[in-house]
Nanobody, 121 residues
Framework: QVQLVESGGGLVQAGASLRLSCAAS????????MGWFRQAPGKEREFVTS???????DYADAVRGRLTISRDNAKNTVYLQMNSLKHEDTAVYFC???????????????WGQGTQVTVSS
């Protein structure tokens, strides 16, 4: 059974940094895409970033230059380094893995339970 477990969320002030982690178990995703989505209160879930098994990365325009995705395939883990956080980054962040991944489009198969990130202004 595949499980994705996020950690690292919390409450920070605007301008601060956070690092989210997502550890996958149940199968290896080294040859498959992994990524992050987020859902703010009252809004639909939206794409944040993804990294293919081959190392190609995509970012939403709203986070490009501030958030960075990385992977440790040996640990089956994906990370999201979040710098210069803004109030509008407040959301539940979901880890995602597997599924269909094309340039600019990602439809994951597996999802984590989410971790809350709150940025005070």
């Amino acid at each position: 059974q595949v499980q994705l477990v996020e950690s690292g969320g919390g409450l920070v002030q605007a301008g601060a940094s956070l690092r989210l982690s997502c550890a996958a178990s149940g199968r290896s995703f080294s040859n498959y895409a992994m990524g992050w989505f987020r859902q703010a209160p009252g809004k639909e879930r939206e794409f944040v970033t993804s990294r293919s098994g081959g190392g190609v990365t995509d970012y939403a325009d709203a986070v490009r230059g501030r958030l960075t995705i990385s992977r440790d395939n040996a640990k089956n883990t994906v990370y999201l380094q979040m710098n210069s956080l803004k109030h509008e980054d407040t959301a539940v962040y979901f880890c995602a893995a597997g599924g269909a991944h094309y340039s600019g489009t990602y439809y994951p198969t597996y999802w984590g339970q989410g971790t809350q990130v709150t940025v005070s202004s």
